[in-house]
């Protein structure tokens, strides 16, 4: 046991002594796009009888966690691979679980502490409610899991910086901007609507505004189903790699 | 029966390459006793990196087993991991961290929660007591190497493999580098060393194992090595004028980038006498002459220039 917390540990310390561009940047992201969406449309739109800007809030509370768990286990395995420091948690006895499990963890810890700086800098706002909370801490799980998982295969498979930035830029980005974080899918015409109903991400946002709002444009189970599955899913397949030594050992 | 710190058995490896295969090991077999000072000598691209990794785990072998103090480096890898203590060649080090929270660490990760005292003597012994607080960014070449070999030793493994250890260190810094691990060799770790100084391999290995093209070609101790493919040498500088006898310039070989000098490779000391009175009856007058014995350098280079020896 002493391994795999030594392990998470060194994860957590890793983001936490860089915090101000782990947790406080993403934080002032999120703030950003907030003022200005807000500014723009708070009194236009009302979505599933909600003020635009509460509306917004979960979302962007959300994005902040998948793409910071993301972020978490990619940069931290791609620096170490190519700085090979990486070598000094090889040579070790820590198991392919024990890894696995640690760089999850660590992933899901930090977009938790990155949403939760969004939720609390953005709180203010208003019209927030706690109308289901244990969906929140479900999918705030979830989704931290699934990215930290991605982030696993992203952080194996590119060997340089560029090719992960590729990885990041082409299809976490598009996934997460595109997952109804701004809107609600039953505003887009049926082709994007469908669409949508096919992004991972997009289960993710709906079922944890759920838990805000009690309004969303899926079933929480529904939503509650699909990121079970895809989170299984990448898991299985990060570890898989994981015990094959996919790009860590020759 | 006691059981070998490292026992290889028909390790073969293969890269995959877009022009051909690369084969970096061939069928290599080899055993380390426990308390051995062992070298594992050879040219670049030999495979000892390779052979090495495939003992640590980096690196997995197509066949073959490899066992530490007689743990499956694969099915037993935990075992086998945690007798093990690396050097990797690379000067690799992790930025976010200092000296000391970086050894606390790698004590974590073999399952040691307080291991201060010791992080405390490895740091002492390795003259880092005064870095222990420092970011590793701001050490400079010759400690971070070792920090390296604190990391490696962090949870006392009774194998340690150290590779190229001492490229990059300066002459002061690789004595005591040495008198370190000679003190742990004494203390009954066993040690595998790969090095490209081979008067330090001479000076500290008891055996040494010649690797060439993926294979071990001799496998021997360092003093029947030297004495098989190495004989005493006695050089010789005439005076200014002086011509070599032609009865000896048969035997003798010049050196090109030293004028008037001769050297000649000896079966026995007595050979010394015949030269010099062969020198003296020609009239011919030294204006310098020294005797070299047989070492690990001449004997490396015979060794890999006649190709000579078969898979051990």
Redesign the interface.
Known sequence: M??F???L??EL??FW??GFQTVCAPVLTALLYLMIFSQVLDNHVLVHGVRYTAFLIPGLVMMSVLQNAFANSSSSLIQ?KI???L?????????NLQFFVAYLLAATIRGAVVGSGVLLATCWVGGLNLAEPLWIIVFTVLGGALMGALGLIAGMWAEKFDQLAAFQNFLILPLTMLSGVFYSVQSLPAFWQELSRMNPLFYLIDGFRFGFFAVSDASPWLSFGVALGFTAAIGLLSFILLVR?YKL?? | MSVSAVSVRQVSKTFASARQPVHALREVSLDIEAGEFFGLLGPNGAGKTTLISCMAGLCRQDAGDIRILGHDTRSAYRLARRALGVVPQELVFDPFFSVREILRLQSGYFGIKKNDAWIDELLSELDLSDKADHSMRSLSGGMKRRVLVAQALVHRPPVMILDEPTAGVDVGLRQGLWQFIRRLNRDGHTIILTTHYLEEAEALCGRLALMRSGQICALEKTETLIRQFAKHRLTVRLAEGGCLPSMLAASAEALPELQRTWQWTLDELAEIESVLAALRESGCRLEDMSIAPPDLETAFLKFMDNGAGAAA
């Open positions: 002493t391994e917390l030594t392990l540990r060194k310390l890793r002594k860089v170490s700085t090979g420091n070598v000094f948690v090889l040579l070790t006895p820590i198991s030594g050992r020759t």
